[in-house]
């Protein structure tokens, strides 16, 4: 069954070329993984600063192994200590 991971971020003004460094080698991380299919980035409208990634996985399996994995918790850490806070995540399955 696959999984879409809805991925929210607030980020703060002037913090915006710095995290898209960060994400970019995050992107190229995730691809390589077992079990990732697609991902789209939705900035929002009405809030700038404000973002949502739709990751889809093959499984949730796949997605835990990604999202525990030692790189990936590395990276998120540097993201989340750059935001101010916790990225959010919600799991959905189609």
Do not use: C, H, N
Not at 31 to 40: A, D, M, T, V
């Amino acid at each position: 069954m696959t999984v879409k991971i809805f991925i929210k971020r607030k980020v703060p003004e002037g913090k915006e070329s710095e995290l898209d460094g960060l994400l970019r080698e995050l992107r190229t991380l995730t691809l390589q993984r077992p079990g990732y299919i697609s991902g789209e980035t939705l900035k929002r409208f009405d809030k700038p600063g404000e973002a949502v990634v739709i990751s889809t996985w093959q499984s949730v399996d796949d997605w835990r192994e990604w999202v525990l994995s030692k790189e990936r918790t590395e990276l998120q850490d540097k993201i989340d200590l750059l935001l101010g806070e916790k990225t959010e995540y919600e799991i959905y399955s189609s």
